[in-house]
């Protein structure tokens, strides 16, 4: 994060947040000064008739064109200077420049999904330059969700039946949050995204490696997803714990479930891990895995499959055998995967094809 706005108003960092901030700070002056006046103007008068006082209680009150008009007139002019404040400031907000440059933006239960023109998809992660106008044009895969960026003074809602829009130009370089406003279920405190301000020059470099190149072989597509699919925020590679089990030695070995049954994580069982993360749960670990992984391609999850291979030495054996190096005999390999010959040996089988043991327990 960059320098940290004030009491009221986090940092600002687009083009639209001076608007959106002097409107705030009008309203929240103007409101500080009248709740001054009438207190003030209460103290004055509870003492001035307070009980031993003197003050004169018979005089009747005059009525008086001059105050009644003060009244009218001042409230009427304060409101219609706000409305016309904000309402130019709605439509500023509300219309898009026909220039930006546009983003899809996907909430799903809890994260956020961009696609980027040229294709480029990526998780919890936007990168867009700086000082061009940025629209984003948003909707949702399953229930009401609501995008919002604080430092850029943008919030919508992105709901599963239309799609709304939002616009925004960055003016500092830097990392923002980005975050769900509307409640979503379990881990909607966890619904969040970095946005990451770059310059034309570096945004347009990160665009390039942030696609998976299409000659990438199955590992190096798994490699990618495995960051872009935020698995890392849950799964290591290095046998440490976190959220979710790791994936050290995960291929192969025989998985406890929490059921009490014991299965052989093949690469059938890693996809159903991936696709139903429900149906299978690991043994001392809470079923909090997204579901929404269901919608990855064949293509993606034979590279995650192929990625979680590669993390145990049973895996890395069977990649080398199927000469994974090249990316048509690795994928050949792995499409054998949803086959599920059930007959065969763990060890003596070809690869790929590996037994599903818990085709029996599901
Ligand atoms: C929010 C945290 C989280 C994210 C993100 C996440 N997982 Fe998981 N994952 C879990 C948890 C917790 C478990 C254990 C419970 C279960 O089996 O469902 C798990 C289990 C698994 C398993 C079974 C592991 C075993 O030891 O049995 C696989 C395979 C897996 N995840 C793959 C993935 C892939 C691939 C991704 C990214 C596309 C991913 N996960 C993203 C939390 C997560
Ligand atoms: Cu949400």
């Known amino acids: 994060m960059n320098d940290g706005g004030t009491v009221w108003l986090p940092e600002s960092a687009s083009t639209l947040a001076p608007t959106i901030d002097s409107l705030f700070y009008f309203v929240y002056w103007a409101s500080v000064i009248i709740f001054a006046g009438v207190v003030i103007a209460m103290l004055y008068l509870i003492w001035k008739y307070r009980r031993e006082s003197h003050a004169d209680r018979m005089k009747l009150v005059e009525e008086s064109r001059l105050i009644e008009a003060t009244w009218i007139v001042l409230p009427t002019i304060l409101v219609l200077v706000v409305f016309v404040w904000g309402f130019r400031a709605y439509i500023k907000v509300g219309v898009a420049p026909p220039d930006a440059y546009e983003i899809r933006v996907t909430g799903k239960q809890w994260l956020w999904e961009f696609e980027y023109p040229d294709g480029t998809s990526t998780t919890g992660e936007l990168h867009v330059p700086v000082d061009r106008p940025v629209k984003l044009v948003m909707s949702s895969t399953d229930v009401l969700h609501s995008f919002f960026v604080p430092a850029f003074r943008v919030k919508h809602d992105v709901l599963p039946n239309r799609y709304t829009s939002v616009w925004f130009e960055a003016t500092k370089e830097g990392t923002y949050k980005a975050l769900c406003t509307e409640y979503c279920g379990a881990s909607h405190s966890q619904m969040t995204a970095n946005v990451t301000v770059q310059d034309q020059g570096e945004f347009e470099s990160w665009l390039k490696s942030a696609g998976i190149p299409s000659d990438a072989s199955p590992v190096e597509r798994g490699k990618i997803l495995y960051e872009q699919q935020g698995c890392n925020t849950c799964h290591s590679l290095d046998g440490s714990e976190g959220t979710g089990p790791t994936w050290k030695g995960l291929y192969g070995h025989d998985a406890q479930l929490a059921d009490g049954s014991t299965v052989t994580a093949d690469a059938n ?83 790929g094809a590996m037994p599903s043991a818990e085709a029996s327990n599901q």
């Open 269 to 351: 069982y890693i996809r159903q891990s991936i696709l139903k993360p429900g149906s299978q749960i690991a043994k001392g670990y809470q079923n909090i895995m997204p579901a929404s992984y269901g919608s990855l391609s064949e293509r993606e999850l034979t590279g995650l499959v192929a990625f979680i291979k590669k993390q145990s030495e049973k895996g890395r054996a069977e990649l080398k055998a199927a000469g994974a190096t090249s990316d048509s005999t690795a994928a050949a390999a792995a499409d054998s995967i949803s086959t599920g010959d059930e007959q065969q040996q763990a060890p003596s089988g070809p690869p």
